[in-house]
């Protein structure tokens, strides 16, 4: 009864003006362009593991809550709001060279890295960090978008370099066996490598728009688009 009446909630807000409107999207789409505010699943090119976290700290180096590649592809665990570092608004295109933040919709854990060791390859740590509350700059990443693309679509390969340390998002088919058995590492190295390549799969992408509902209450988003997630975990 609860998630029928927050899923009419939030179709009847953002219907509220026709000019207004935001739709699932599926890994198979094409050109949908990815706006702040959207809540997104990253998928790594080489593997076509979603970047992945929960609520489980490391073992080892910072202790943080891990970050991984999982290899499925219905897990609410994998969606990540995509935040702005400046005074880009709720569906503002997002250039290349943007600095953003993408935080875990689960948790509310920002994207994070910094010189820990990550535990299996040894390179940068990549873990989740703060809350609504508190983020810092380690939580800032800069878009590469590559090829000729100016401002980011779902059908663009990407690189996200973590402003504090140099280090590109990064996984490979090294995976974790106890914990998070069967998922794979995902960590930071310096270097620009094929392993470095990340497209945006399924989510919530919400459009350009300069709708005056734009300025919506984002407590009232993030609930309401926690529920629609739920898709994902119904048979719990």
């Known amino acids: 009864m609860a998630i029928s ?11 509220l003006d026709s000019d207004y409107t935001a739709s699932p ?18 998928m790594h090119e080489k593997t076509k593991f979603r970047l992945h976290s929960h ?27 995509v935040r702005s570092t400046d ?7 997002i250039k290349s060279g943007s600095i953003i933040r993408l935080q875990h919709m689960k948790t509310r854990r920002w994207l994070h890295s910094h010189l820990h060791a990550s535990p299996i390859s040894g390179n940068m740590e990549v873990s989740c960090f703060g809350d609504d509350n508190e983020s810092d700059t380690g939580d800032y990443w800069r878009l590469e978008i590559e090829g000729s693309g100016k ?12 402003v504090d340390t140099g280090g590109y998002l990064h996984s490979h088919d090294k ?11 995902v960590c930071g190295v310096k270097e620009k490598r ?9 989510g919530v992408y919400f459009p350009v728009t300069e709708s005056k509902y734009i300025c919506f209450n ?12 739920l898709k994902d975990l119904i048979s719990i």
């Open 175 to 185: 995976k974790y066996t106890r914990i998070a058995g069967g998922q794979q590492e």
């Open 25 to 42: 999207v599926s890994a198979a789409s094409e050109g949908v362009q990815i706006t702040y505010g959207s809540a997104i699943k990253l």
């Open 5 to 15: 009446f927050f899923g009419l909630a939030i179709f009847l807000f953002l219907t």
């Open 151 to 162: 401002t980011w679509r779902q059908d663009q390969r990407i690189r996200l370099q973590h």
């Open 218 to 229: 984002h407590r009232f988003m993030i609930e309401s688009l926690n529920l629609y997630l």
């Open 194 to 202: 094929p392993d470095n390549v990340w497209l945006a799969a399924e």
């Open 87 to 93: 005074s880009a608004k709720q569906g503002d295109p």
């Open 55 to 81: 609520d489980v700290p490391y073992g080892s180096g910072s202790g943080q809550q891990s970050v991984t590649g999982f290899p499925g592809v219905d897990d609410a665990n994998s969606y990540w709001m």
